[in-house]
């Protein structure tokens, strides 16, 4: 799980790896996260979340561990309530930088 009061990296979905990493950002805890994206992305602050699930354990490519989705929900067409992922998180990560190899 996301730790609140923690340092916590996150890349948005991107169709590459490079593209996403080229936008990542720190920030001192999950809810400066969230507002975050919120401003920049233009989602409704109440419909972003993290999933207590965690998508993967380690990615070595970027050096981070404990990885989360950062998803948004929204209601379709059909009235339906859905959530998407909008990007990836971790409050455990090596370093900022990052290189394409």
Avoid at 28 to 45: A, E, F, K, N
Avoid at 56 to 77: H, Q, T
Wanted: net charge negative; with cysteine.
């Amino acid at each position: 799980m996301i730790l609140e009061n923690m340092p916590v990296i996150f890349r948005p979905h991107r169709g590459s790896l490079a593209a996403a990493m080229s936008e990542r950002c720190v920030f001192t805890c999950r809810d400066q996260m969230l507002r975050h994206i919120s401003c920049v992305y233009g989602y409704d602050l109440c419909s972003l979340y993290v999933d207590d699930s965690c998508y993967s354990l380690r990615d070595d490519r970027i050096g981070w561990s404990l990885i989360y989705l950062v998803m948004c929900r929204f209601m379709d067409s059909d009235g339906v309530i859905r959530s998407y992922p909008i990007g990836w998180c971790s409050n455990e990560f090596t370093s900022f930088d990052w290189e394409v190899t």
